[in-house]
């Protein structure tokens, strides 16, 4: 299975609306840093697009920190886990195989981290207003060689709108948020790859 099913990233123009004035200025980092810690639980829909122009929808489930589950619909019909810091893609083929990599080799581990902190030196490398959006790029400063993450943010209040991956062979994806809901309670089981891999058997 190809690893677009979890390196989640552009659509252009997505996010669009009515134009900012000229003089805004982004979303500072520190605003979004603490945005991102408050951020605990969400639930909701995505449209996902991949490197390869086609599209598919789901459901995104997030606890941090660390844990994050991305049920797709058919006909795409793919898990993808983030949790024990690995990320798991089960395979729809082959139901009860899955692909396991650190989930600290890929971009996703920069919004799931325990502290986000935006300010991190030489963690962002792009912060500009876009439009009616802050557009904030990022990656892990000690390995950039994993690729990057570049988020999507509308204000007042601030929230993140869509992110777009780009992994470690300059594949992108590209994630939009659809409805969410935050601070609901999630289940452990969402979470664990290894009960789901026990429960495919």
Known sequence: MKRRAFVIAPLVGALLSIAAPAFAAPISLNRLSAYLNDLQTVQGDFTQVNADGSIDTGTIYIRRPGRARFEYN???????MAGGSQVAVFDPVSPDNANIYPLRRTPLSIILAKN???GQARMVTGHRQVDNTTVVTAQDPEHPEYG????VFTDN???LRQWVITDDSGNQTTMILGDTKT??????????????RLRRQ
């Open 74 to 80: 058919p006909p795409n019909n793919a898990l993808v």
């Open 116 to 118: 986000v902190n935006l």
């Open 157 to 159: 209040p601030v929230e």
């Open 148 to 151: 990057n993450i570049q988020l």
């Open 183 to 196: 601070g609901m309670s999630l289940s452990n089981a969402l979470f664990n790859i290894e009960h789901e």
